[in-house]
C-alpha cells in the first residue's frame, strides 16, 4: 500500500528498523473505501498515566505459523489521526511492539483508540480471491485460553447510512452471525465495532455492506480465520 508521509518529522511515516510507522497524509477523493481496520481478541491495554500504551506490547496472529507468513497493521481508530504501523516481520505469527513512536506523537491514541489486524501474503483482493483474515491475541494474555469472541472493526472514508456484516459458513452458506448498525448516521472514518460470537472453529466467509445517504454503495468479501484456529 502506498503512503505519502507529512513534512519530514521524527514521527513521519517512514521505514524503521522491523517496521513501517508514523503518521501520514491520506488523500480523500470521496471514495467509500469500506474496509476492515481491526480482528482482534480484546482491546489494547493502557500503559500507566500519562502513557497511553505500554513501552512494548506483544502482539500474536492467530493461525499465522512458519510456513503461513502475514503481515500486521495497527491503526488509530480516532477519525482526525491519520497514524499506522506495518510489518511483515513475524516470527511464527509474533510481534514485538515497541510504541516509542506511537508515545512520541503530540497526542497518542490511547489503547482503546488502536486496533490491528493480520493477514497472509497472499490475501490481496487483487490475488483473485477474498483477503483472509487472521485474529490478534494482544498482550500476556495470548498464552491464555481465548473465548469463542472478537472484536472486527469496520470503517470508510465518507459519511455511511447503513452498515451490516454479516457471517457465513463456508460451503453450506449458513448464517452464523448478522448484524446491522440502525444509527441512520456513521460519519467518516468513525470505526463501528462488531463482537463476533459463536462463528465456529472453521474459516468463514464475511460479507460487509455500506451505503451513502446518497445510494451509494459498496460490498466487500473477505475470510476470518477463527479465534481458536491453528
Not at 500500500?1 to 528498523?17: C, K, L, W
Not at 501474503?121 to 477474498?130: I, W, Y
Not at 491464555?144 to 453450506?172: H, K, N, P
Amino acid at each position: 500500500m502506498a503512503i505519502e508521509d507529512r513534512a519530514e518529522s521524527a514521527v513521519s511515516y517512514m521505514a524503521r528498523e522491523n517496521r513501517c510507522e508514523g503518521v501520514f497524509v491520506e488523500d480523500v477523493a470521496g471514495r467509500i473505501n469500506l474496509r476492515v481496520v481491526g480482528y482482534q481478541t480484546s482491546r489494547f491495554p493502557s500503559g500507566e498515566d500519562p502513557a497511553p500504551v505500554p513501552q512494548e506490547v506483544a502482539l500474536k496472529a492467530v493461525g499465522l505459523t512458519e510456513t503461513v507468513q502475514g503481515r500486521l497493521k495497527i491503526v488509530s481508530l480516532r477519525p482526525s489521526d491519520y497514524y499506522q504501523m506495518d510489518t511483515s516481520a513475524l516470527l511464527d505469527g509474533t510481534f514485538l511492539w515497541n510504541t516509542e513512536i506511537l508515545l512520541a506523537l503530540e497526542d497518542p491514541p490511547r489503547g482503546r483508540h488502536l486496533a490491528a489486524i493480520a493477514c497472509s501474503v497472499q490475501c490481496a483482493h487483487d490475488a483473485g480471491q477474498a483477503p483472509l483474515y487472521y485474529p490478534i491475541v494482544i498482550g500476556p494474555e495470548q498464552s491464555a485460553d481465548r473465548e469463542d469472541r472478537a472484536i472486527l472493526y469496520v470503517t470508510a472514508d465518507v459519511d455511511l447510512s447503513e452498515l451490516s456484516v454479516v457471517v457465513r459458513e463456508q460451503g453450506s452458506g449458513r448464517t452464523l452471525f448478522e448484524k446491522d448498525s440502525s444509527t441512520g448516521f456513521i460519519p467518516a472514518r468513525t470505526s463501528s465495532r462488531f463482537i463476533l460470537t459463536d462463528v465456529g472453529a472453521d474459516v468463514v466467509d464475511i460479507v460487509i455492506v455500506g451505503e451513502t445517504h446518497g445510494g451509494r454503495r459498496e460490498v466487500i468479501e473477505a475470510r476470518l480465520w477463527p479465534i481458536a484456529g491453528n
